[in-house]
């Protein structure tokens, strides 16, 4: 797996080197986000299995810069089309992470027999087949519990309304 990932940054590596060589980078923005975490030795029950970087490079960014905001995947909507002054009323489910009325940042990720909800107080990740709690860190919180479940059904609930035959 190893070999694969090395390739891959390799040929990422070269494709943006090309790119910083023609006029098209001055203008130019790149993401780079997974869609899961990967980690060598981490399983679902480890909370940093969920931990996913996002990469903005080209010559559209004006400075580099590093941000710790926790954030989910879905905030990225609403965050890049922020920076581009378009709206994201469409994208319920998203967040500007760069706004000033950004708070209560959190991440949450369900995967095919579980749960993982992560804020300032800590993670929780909870297995919904065997209706157990895995990790609960730095201690337990039933209210990161609650919200990891109130999420998930809510996005059940969002997706029902959306289903064959149904309009938004």
């Known amino acids: 797996m190893q070999n694969a990932f090395a390739y891959t940054d390799h040929c990422l590596g070269l ?16 993401i780079l986000m997974p869609d899961h975490g990967l980690m060598y030795n981490l399983s679902y029950e480890d909370p940093e299995f969920f931990h996913i970087p996002m990469v903005w490079i080209g010559g559209a960014i004006r400075e580099p810069r590093r941000i710790h905001t926790l954030m989910n995947q879905s905030d990225f ?4 089309l922020s920076q581009l002054g378009i709206s994201h009323k469409e994208f319920t489910w998203s967040r ?9 940042p959190f991440a949450f990720c369900s995967y095919p027999s579980g749960i993982m909800f992560t804020d300032e107080t800590g993670v929780s990740v909870y297995d919904i087949t065997a209706n157990r709690i895995i990790t609960e860190e730095p201690s337990p919180s039933p209210e990161r519990l609650m919200r ?19 309009e938004k």
């Open 15 to 30: 494709f943006v080197d090309r790119l910083r060589k023609t006029p098209l980078w001055d203008n130019l923005l790149i």
């Open 96 to 104: 500007n992470i760069l706004s000033r009325n950004y708070t209560t």
């Open 148 to 166: 990891a479940k109130a999420i998930l059904q809510s996005s059940y609930d969002e997706l029902d309304t959306l289903g064959p035959g149904k």
């Open 77 to 80: 909507a609403s965050t890049l």
